[in-house]
């Protein structure tokens, strides 16, 4: 067993893992690197691998740090099997179209200012909207959780409720060969205990070796409960001041929690001392929490 990382090593986006055993080629994720125009360059380069050498990848999620260079993979050459949960597969269908529609915006406003400009050519889009359609041919299996899916003899891989997002997995790869047989397990994000949309993260099995994402490294998480306490003091002292209220967020499970944690909150009084959500207050100015 040969075991590669092209992505998420010494870093906390673009997770792409590669797995060489049983005579199989198997990729872990294949998501896009994040985090300024640097990562553009980076996105660019050479994946590390042939890509029409991967017999399966495996998607842990379908946020775009796992997901989003799917299209470049199989833009490249990728003809094997892609396989996911179902939730997952429907969500990186979004995700992927969107990351390419956008791709294609900015390259387009990058050449309009370029002829404004006169200067050197730029660069093309990672991939278009074309590419990102074409690469969903490629998926096949949907995974259930806790059911093994055969991948060749001697491979195969079970994927198991991460918490994370809808459809998000670790995934464990069991592997015979004649050197002996090894369980590999990929933790993919995990989600916290007590969500209030999804289950907590199902306990994984004994593995004989773990590649787990640190994206926070050291750092503790707060409990829910405090967590949307200091949520709600922080939007009710905006709107007593009357202010207005904007959280960036991501448009993929974050934004979902926060609707229903605000839906909750009016259902118990928690937010109607400043204006309620998105209410005009016709004591003063209008106070509004955006997304």
Known sequence: MKLSFHGADRGVTGSCHLVEAAGRRVLIDCGLFQGGREMDEENGEPLGFDPAAIDYLLLTRAHLDHCGRVPLLAKQGFKGEIIATAATRELARLVMLDAAHLQEEDAGNRERARRRQGAEETRKP????VDALSSLDRFGRSAVYGRP????????????DAGHILGSASIVLEIDESAGRLKLLFSGDLGNAARPLLRPPAPPPLADLVVMETTYGD???KPIGPSIAELYDGIAGAFARGGNVVIPTFALERAQ??????YESQGHGRLCGGGHLGAPDHRRRQNRAHF
């Open 126 to 129: 990672l991939y278009s909207v």
């Open 149 to 160: 899916i055969e991948l060749a003899a001697g491979l195969r891989a079970t994927f198991i």
């Open 219 to 221: 750092r503790e998480h």
């Open 257 to 262: 929690e926060l609707l229903f944690v605000f």
